[in-house]
């Protein structure tokens, strides 16, 4: 007999993923369809499925979600997000938040989203029409941050190699 995750009331933690996806200098957002954060801006992603890795789940519900393929770098952060009513808890997950690249597919609206979007940095970190929580503002700000360091530190990669080949092709005075 199958059994039914219980998102409401849960009896333990249910484990989910979520992306931070840069692409030149915008972040991707799903304004949430449902319960929890129904209306709110947030990360795309979602539960991992049974027996599914956590980059696995990551790619999966990006895709579902927002018609991209992407490619996790590294986790930016674990968190908790449990919501309660009362003196009960009415949701309770556990989120492994990845930092991740595009890598190909359709930007749309799918899944439990209702909408999609690329968004500026001033859009999330300012009073702006978009409804995002505080813990997603510091998710995406960790995440833009450690996008922001890897581009500059490939960009000075690149820079040391063009420098190196200059180097090397200059005439040797005899």
Not at 141 to 157: V, Y
Request: with cysteine; aromatic share 4%; net charge negative.
């Amino acid at each position: 007999m199958d059994s039914i995750i219980e998102r409401e009331f849960p009896q333990a933690p249910l484990v989910g993923v979520g992306a931070v996806v840069v692409q030149d200098g915008h972040v991707l957002l799903v304004r949430r369809g449902t319960e929890p954060l129904k209306g709110h801006w947030t990360l795309p992603g979602g539960l991992l499925e049974v027996g599914e890795a956590l980059v696995a789940g990551v790619i999966r519900e990006v895709r579902e979600e927002t018609g991209l393929d992407v490619e996790p770098i590294e986790l930016i952060e674990l968190l908790d997000r449990i919501h309660r009513e009362g003196d009960r808890v009415r949701y309770h997950y556990v989120i492994a938040d990845y930092l991740c690249r595009v890598t190909g597919g359709e930007l749309r609206a799918a899944s439990d989203a209702d909408a999609v979007r690329w968004v500026e940095r001033c859009e999330w970190s300012s009073h702006s029409a978009l409804v995002v929580d505080p813990v997603t503002v510091r998710v995406l700000e960790k995440g833009w941050q450690r996008a922001e360091q890897i581009r500059d530190d490939q960009l000075g990669l690149e820079q040391l190699n063009v420098d190196q080949l200059r180097s090397e092709r200059r005439p040797v005075d005899d």
